[in-house]
């Protein structure tokens, strides 16, 4: 496991842009495939968006196409999640992930990331 520093969530209005980002203490994430998921309130855990660091092989769940864009910085070791057009269904918790070694796929299940965040809030007023 390696844990997963987040920061960039906060209180905005709809209709606003954040920039969440995910950084490894400890190594990097040459290996991992890395995923943003976000629960609210009495809601399941969902993937958001996912991508191999290694190469950039994206997948985006109905829940992140069109708003979110996943994007990595190979020389800082970070993943971002770009969110824009925000809404008040997106008021959750997000969290980053990390499954080590696990560039063979992009589409892991949440059950087999190894290392999570500690989760930053995102509040979307209307």
């Known amino acids: 496991q390696v844990q997963l520093v987040e920061s960039g969530g906060g209180l905005v209005q709809a209709g606003a842009s954040l920039r969440l980002s995910c950084t490894p203490s400890?190594?990097?994430?040459?290996?991992?495939?890395i995923g943003w998921f976000r629960q609210a309130p009495g809601k399941e855990r969902e993937l958001v968006a996912a991508i191999v660091f290694s190469d950039g092989r994206i997948n985006y769940p109905i829940s992140g196409k069109g708003r979110f864009t996943i994007s990595r910085d190979p020389a800082k070791s970070t993943v971002y999640l770009h969110m824009n057009g925000l809404q008040p269904e997106d008021t959750a918790v997000y969290y980053c992930a990390s499954k080590h070694l696990g560039f063979g796929s992009v589409s892991w299940g949440p059950d087999l990331y190894d290392s999570w965040g500690q989760g930053t809030q995102v509040t979307v007023s209307s």
């Open positions: 400890g190594r990097t994430f040459s290996t991992d495939t």
